[in-house]
């Protein structure tokens, strides 16, 4: 998905002392990234060492879930990741993609005729996954889908008023334009022992250029 992690693996070379750093491909964007690192910044400060946050951070990036729905895909062309031909069909039909991440890879999800139900789809898939410990919404103009997003999940979550609310990174958001959001969520305590089918981190992006590879055959 992006050529960071080998450009870390190589700066990790470069220098003396590189046993004491350990580099992690999470498989993830935006805050499924960023939950993953909160949880194990977490663990550091409780006294986890090296070894045992290197492996909390593998063990929740593979829990990870990522979602995606996009409202505009003009600038998704103007980034070069669709053609004409993609944006002329999906304007025409008015279609809205969704889409996710399998492990580190783009995949369909599905595709709604409205921005709003795009919105409530996701939504539902999140409550599905039943009670969360961490949820993020993010965006990259303000838009009132985010707070409404953000203020209906809030329940979920066992100590209210923790949603972080905040702004896209200006790469995503760049592509995405205007209205771009993203979400994300963890089911479990980041100290339970994790199982196979367990989510730990959920993400939904909305307008988000990383998964526009996926968006002709979604389409």
Not at 178 to 195: F, T, Y
Request: charge should be neutral; include cysteine.
């Amino acid at each position: 998905m992006s050529g960071t992690f080998n450009s870390a693996i190589q700066a990790r070379d470069s220098l003396e002392g590189k046993n004491k750093i350990e580099v992690i491909d999470t498989g993830q964007v935006s805050m499924g990234i960023g939950l993953v690192v909160k949880a194990c910044a977490e663990a550091a400060i409780g006294g986890a060492t090296l070894d045992e946050v290197a492996n909390l951070s593998k063990e929740l990036s593979m829990k990870a879930e990522c979602f995606a729905a996009i409202d505009n895909i003009e600038y998704l062309r103007r980034g070069g990741r669709i053609g004409r031909a993609a944006e002329f069909i999906g304007t025409l039909l008015k279609l809205k993609p969704m889409i996710t991440l399998n492990d580190g890879l783009v995949d369909k999800l599905g595709r709604a005729r409205t921005f709003t139900k795009a919105v409530a789809s996701l939504e539902n898939i999140i409550r599905d996954y039943g009670s969360v410990e961490a949820l993020s919404v993010m965006y990259s103009t303000p838009t009132p889908f985010a707070e409404k997003l953000s203020n209906s999940l809030d329940e979920l979550l066992p100590k209210k008023g923790s949603v972080i609310l905040t702004r896209l990174g200006p790469v995503i958001g760049a592509h995405g334009g205007p209205g771009a959001m993203d979400c994300n969520d963890s089911k479990i305590k980041v100290n339970c022992c994790l199982e196979k089918k367990t989510v730990w981190g959920l993400s939904i992006d909305m307008n988000i250029y990383t998964y526009a590879s996926s968006l002709m055959k979604t389409l």
